[in-house]
């Protein structure tokens, strides 16, 4: 309740301004990628280790973030020791909320010193302990389980030379704790998206199938009308991603793994447009949209796109992200009663198309240099009309229309 107070009365301080971040490149998508991945590593192992980050690394991770949450920016610096993290989150048109975090390294290399700030208010040490108490307290409450303190996830730490370098203790099974701390009032039914995997996974199994296919089976006797209709379709979208990407989707679910049942195969074998590519891309994104904020969707295709560009990828693919851009729409329409009442019908009728042969045409494999040249970013007016011209293509299909 305590920093509840101090954030409300500190919501009018403004601090430093900071600057608008710029569109993020391929390496920056893979600087990201790889501290998560990093962080991801440290979580499942059995014992502490290390984590090294550069100031290139995560002034790269910052503008892929703020890109994906355009409301937040984030700027880190390494001088004297000391890891700082400046961070503004507007509130509205012109009203921010200005922050910051500074880590400091200690002379035994061990827990480091931490100082806070918000606005132009200073937190001194001894009120930021019990504050973090406090937020650790209230997030386990939340989750509903143990998450480590900061003494106990941070054992040492050491920053100098553009770079910082921290060992972490983070206990396995971590990560799925933190999922939970998302808003789950509206959470999709993991169990029912589970039934729904097991009934598509028995009427489909067996054989090579279309995803269309997929999506009129979990469809099969699906509510028509009202919320009951929205309920259905959301789960359905899960299912879809667990029958093409694997089991592991069914967290986008509330209680979706824990409902999970492994007597069958974890995926089916399923194509779109002769693709399983494009199979999964879609089906993924239809869930993230029917989940989340689909917004999240678009940034996640397109930083997966920069991220294939790079040198071993497969290069930037516009067909991928027509069956991403296409997934979106239909996980959209699954989260309201009116559109996903419809889809049941659509369903139900026929199998729809859920991506036109023109979207096949579309460039890809292409590496970054030939991006860059082509289309120079992600902010371009020549990317944007290529994003248009998939989102005309995808107005000719009826179940994709809004």
Same mark, same amino acid.
């Given at each position: 309740?305590?920093?509840?107070?101090?954030?409300?009365?500190?919501?009018?301080?403004?601090?430093?301004?900071?600057?608008?971040?710029?569109?993020?490149?391929?390496?920056?998508?893979?600087?990201?990628?790889?501290?998560?991945?990093?962080?991801?590593?440290?979580? /499942?192992?059995?014992?502490?280790?290390?984590? *090294?980050?550069?100031?290139?690394?995560?002034?790269?991770?910052?503008?892929?973030?703020?890109?994906?949450?355009?409301?937040?920016?984030?700027?880190?610096?390494?001088?004297?020791?000391?890891?700082?993290?400046?961070?503004?989150?507007?509130?509205?048109?012109?009203? $921010?909320?200005?922050?910051?975090?500074?880590?400091?390294?200690?002379?035994?290399?061990?827990?480091?010193?931490?100082?806070?700030?918000?606005? *132009?208010?200073?937190?001194?040490?001894? !009120?930021?302990? %019990?504050?973090?108490?406090?937020?650790?307290?209230?997030?386990?409450?939340?989750?509903?389980?143990?998450?480590?303190?900061?003494?106990?996830?941070?054992?040492?730490?050491?920053?100098?030379?553009?770079?910082?370098?921290?060992?972490?203790?983070?206990?396995?099974?971590?990560?799925?704790?933190?999922?939970?701390?998302?808003?789950?009032?509206? /959470?999709?039914?993991?169990?029912?998206?589970?039934?729904?995997?097991?009934?598509?996974?028995?009427?489909?199994?067996?054989?090579?199938?279309? +995803?269309?296919?997929?999506?009129?089976?979990?469809?099969?006797?699906?509510?028509?009308?009202?919320?009951?209709?929205?309920?259905?379709?959301?789960?359905?979208?899960?299912?879809?991603?667990?029958?093409?990407?694997?089991?592991?989707?069914?967290?986008?679910?509330?209680?979706?793994?824990?409902?999970?049942?492994?007597?069958?195969?974890? *995926?089916?074998?399923?194509?779109?447009?002769?693709?399983?590519?494009?199979?999964?891309?879609?089906?993924?994104?239809?869930?993230?949209?029917?989940?989340?904020? %689909?917004?999240?969707?678009?940034?996640?295709?397109? $930083?997966?796109?920069?991220?294939?560009? +790079?040198?071993?990828?497969?290069?930037?693919?516009?067909?991928?992200?027509?069956?991403?851009?296409?997934? !979106?729409?239909?996980?959209?329409?699954?989260?309201?009663?009116? @559109?996903?009442?419809?889809?049941?019908? @659509?369903?139900?009728?026929?199998?729809?198309?859920?991506?036109?042969?023109?979207?096949?045409?579309?460039?890809?494999?292409?590496?970054?240099? *030939?991006?860059?040249? @082509?289309? @120079?970013?992600?902010?371009?007016?020549?990317?944007?009309?290529?994003? /248009?011209?998939?989102?005309? /293509?995808?107005?000719?299909?009826?179940?994709?229309?809004?």
């Amino acid at each position: 309740m305590l920093a509840l107070v101090l954030f409300a009365g500190a919501a009018a301080l403004t601090g430093e301004r900071i600057a608008a971040p710029g569109v993020p490149s391929a390496s920056d998508v893979r600087a990201a990628r790889n501290l998560a991945v990093a962080l991801a590593e440290v979580a /499942a192992a059995e014992e502490p280790s290390p984590v *090294t980050a550069s100031i290139a690394d995560m002034e790269g991770a910052a503008r892929v973030l703020t890109n994906g949450v355009p409301p937040l920016r984030l700027s880190p610096r390494v001088a004297d020791d000391a890891l700082a993290v400046k961070a503004a989150f507007r509130l509205s048109d012109g009203t $921010w909320l200005t922050g910051g975090v500074r880590i400091a390294e200690v002379e035994d290399y061990g827990y480091p010193r931490i100082s806070a700030n918000i606005g *132009t208010l200073p937190i001194p040490a001894l !009120l930021l302990e %019990p504050l973090l108490g406090l937020a650790h307290k209230a997030a386990e409450m939340r989750a509903g389980t143990r998450f480590p303190t900061t003494r106990e996830a941070i054992l040492a730490f050491e920053a100098g030379k553009g770079t910082a370098n921290v060992v972490l203790d983070l206990p396995q099974g971590l990560l799925k704790g933190v999922s939970k701390l998302a808003p789950s009032d509206d /959470a999709i039914d993991g169990r029912l998206a589970n039934r729904l995997y097991v009934a598509a996974h028995q009427r489909l199994g067996g054989r090579a199938v279309d +995803l269309p296919e997929v999506y009129a089976a979990l469809f099969k006797g699906a509510p028509r009308t009202g919320e009951a209709a929205r309920r259905h379709a959301r789960a359905a979208m899960v299912a879809a991603a667990m029958l093409v990407v694997g089991p592991r989707a069914g967290r986008l679910a509330r209680d979706g793994e824990a409902s999970f049942s492994p007597m069958l195969p974890a *995926t089916l074998s399923v194509t779109l447009a002769g693709r399983d590519d494009l199979a999964k891309h879609f089906t993924l994104s239809a869930a993230l949209a029917a989940a989340a904020d %689909p917004a999240i969707g678009r940034a996640l295709g397109t $930083w997966k796109e920069l991220d294939d560009s +790079l040198a071993g990828g497969s290069g930037f693919s516009f067909v991928d992200l027509a069956a991403d851009r296409a997934g !979106l729409r239909l996980g959209e329409a699954a989260t309201s009663p009116v @559109r996903a009442g419809t889809l049941s019908s @659509r369903f139900a009728a026929g199998i729809p198309e859920l991506l036109p042969l023109a979207a096949l045409g579309f460039g890809e494999g292409m590496g970054t240099s *030939t991006f860059e040249h @082509r289309y @120079r970013d992600v902010s371009s007016a020549e990317y944007a009309e290529a994003v /248009a011209r998939i989102d005309r /293509a995808l107005d000719t299909l009826p179940v994709m229309q809004r």
